[in-house]
């Protein structure tokens, strides 16, 4: 998972939520309607990577011109930044419920505008939309599904909303190859969404607000309704009291640091305790994205065609894998991260995501070196629709389909009928690949013929297994535990703010790095900046693992050392706060 977060939960959670949920099946259906928007979120940041194909082939401005197509990804993510920053204002002045609702009306409207879009232009605003939703979403439903849950069993039900973001993307790369063959193909993939919007939209309507909420706003005994339904009860008087202690606390918090989000932003940095837990926080968060993880997230199937597979349906049904082991593995970090601690996973998922991108660098480097050459008898075979800029080049016979294929060129590469021979770099129009296809010949436009694209396959399979439990998840436990419990809502907010930023930079310039570095150095650069990555993270993250938020907070005032012994300064913390 990429902007969301899978909070811990153990398996005597885990056990426990399955026993509440079959006492008190109300527990389920309030977080699985609450969990759609996790769904929502997952869908529309996933399917915009096999709907872009179909897009470039109804709109020609779109596939000519790399910065529109980034664009058209990027705005859902530029849309969510601000969407969370009103979220976060939303859910305190007018409550969880009402945010969420407002969330299924964003998610509802963008998805109709995309699938009517006349022209790029309404796509792009019809992604805002979602992106606003998005947003919000990422703020509010795990919000909504944390306060209104049990105790015992909330880490189990917020991890639940975690799986069905991962779900959801993996849902939208099944629906885009199901539209594949189907007449409007990219409209009904993106269209879709909206009908989840409404069924969520209509559950909530019948559900609760938040119990804490209603609580903080003084009514206490609307509060206490909610309580008696989800907890047994000789528990509900306890729970109020539990409650009416957190706000009050909450509300000292707020006097101690100030409500204005300036006031609090400078505070913490004024903190030493905070200002460190902050380097760590952001420091795991920028990683996340720079590593690259979104390039594969958005961009999979373009990704597939850079490798040499031509066929649209191909390569999102290839991406199907990205996604799934992207699912998988945000199950095996649940199981491993309390084991073996979120350092340490981090560390050895660095390690294997430089590796891989090494090796994938290496791999477009071979496929562009041994791209097929350009046959003049080929090419003629085409009458009088050679690419120009070939028939003008001083030195054609040095071509290959890598030099037909680059931008300045704009043209097209129809194979031969032995796949690897010699081909033809003709003019790039709907009818030469028609005429080209039609011969039994493969049409190139993004990425040529190669033998090497199966192994850009399996590495970015094996990119996803090493990066999904390790940097895709636990960055988010780390922020979860790292702030002073005064600084907690700013420090979150601020490494969540650098998160979104950081992927947007990430999803708005991964295709002009392509053309301006080609695929192969490109994935190169990600090595790099995961190679600092990994640096930052040796020397500015803190082991958390079994350690109470006094005792992260103690090691925070001390100053963390990656070369000081974790297990005496542990204990020493130990002792400090019995």
Request: proline share 3%; hydrophobic share 45%; with cysteine.
């Amino acid at each position: 998972m990429v902007e969301g977060g899978i909070s811990k939960a153990d398996k005597t959670e885990f056990t426990e939520c399955w026993s509440a949920v079959w006492r008190t099946p109300y527990i389920m259906k309030l977080a699985l309607s609450a969990g759609i928007g996790g769904f929502l979120f997952g869908y529309d940041t996933g399917v915009i990577s096999g709907a872009l194909l179909y897009i470039r082939e109804d709109f020609k401005d779109v596939d000519r011109k790399t910065w529109l197509q980034e664009t058209i990804v990027s705005m859902a993510v530029a849309g969510a930044i601000f969407g969370a920053a009103t979220g976060g204002w939303l859910n305190d002045k007018f409550g969880r419920k009402l945010s969420i609702l407002i969330a299924d009306v964003l998610f509802f409207a963008g998805a109709l505008v995309m699938a009517m879009a006349p022209a790029p232009w309404v796509i792009i605003v019809g992604r805002i939309f979602v992106g606003l939703g998005v947003g919000m979403a990422s703020m509010t439903a795990p919000l909504y599904i944390s306060e209104a849950s049990p105790h015992k069993i909330r880490g189990a039900l917020v991890s639940m909303n975690g799986l069905l973001i991962t779900g959801g993307q993996f849902l939208s790369y099944l629906i885009n190859l199901a539209f594949t063959d189907v007449k409007g193909t990219w409209r009904w993939m993106l269209g879709i969404a909206g009908l989840p919007a409404v069924v969520q939209f209509v559950l909530m309507l019948a559900l609760p607000e938040s119990p804490r909420w209603l609580y903080r706003k003084g009514k206490v005994d609307e509060s206490r309704d909610i309580i008696a339904k989800i907890y047994p009860a000789e528990e509900v008087e306890n729970e109020m009291l539990a409650m009416k202690k957190s706000v009050e606390e909450e509300k000292e918090i707020e006097g101690s640091i100030g409500s204005s989000t300036f006031t609090q932003i400078k505070k913490a940095f004024g903190s030493t305790t905070c200002r460190r837990a902050l380097y760590a926080g952001i420091c795991v968060q920028v990683a996340q994205q720079f590593v690259g993880i979104n390039t594969v997230m958005y961009y999979s199937p373009t990704i597939m065609q850079f490798a040499g597979i031509a066929s649209n349906k191909t390569a999102v049904a290839l991406s199907l894998i990205t996604s799934g082991l992207n699912a998988v593995g945000s199950i095996v970090s649940m199981a491993f991260v309390d084991r073996y601690g979120r350092r340490r996973l981090m560390i050895i998922s660095m390690v294997g995501i430089i590796s891989c991108l090494i090796v994938l660098s290496v791999v477009f480097f071979q496929a562009s070196a041994h791209a097929p050459a350009i046959s003049s008898t080929e090419t003629a075979h085409f009458g009088n629709n050679t690419c120009t800029a070939y028939a003008s080049a001083p030195n054609p016979a040095s071509w290959n389909c890598m030099k037909c294929l680059a931008k300045e060129a704009e043209c097209g590469f129809c194979s031969n009928t032995n796949l690897y021979a010699p081909g033809a770099c003709i003019a790039k129009t709907d009818a030469l690949a028609g005429a080209c296809k039609a011969e039994k010949r493969v049409w190139y436009t993004k990425g040529c013929p190669s033998k090497f694209g199966f192994l850009a396959v399996v590495f970015l399979a094996l990119y996803i297994i090493v990066y999904s439990p390790g940097m895709g998840t636990v960055p988010w436990i780390v922020n979860s535990e790292i702030y002073p419990l005064r600084f907690r809502g700013v420090g979150g907010g601020l490494a969540a703010v650098s998160n979104w930023t950081s992927n947007l930079i990430v999803s708005l310039t991964f295709l002009t790095l392509t053309e301006h570095l080609g695929s192969s150095g490109t994935f190169l650069l990600f090595a790099g900046f995961s190679f600092l990555g990994l640096i930052a993270i040796f020397f500015l993250v803190p082991e958390t693992k079994g350690m109470q938020f006094e005792e992260v907070e103690k090691l925070l005032q001390k100053g963390y050392s990656p070369f000081r012994k974790n297990s005496s300064s542990t204990k020493e913390i130990s002792d400090h706060t019995k």
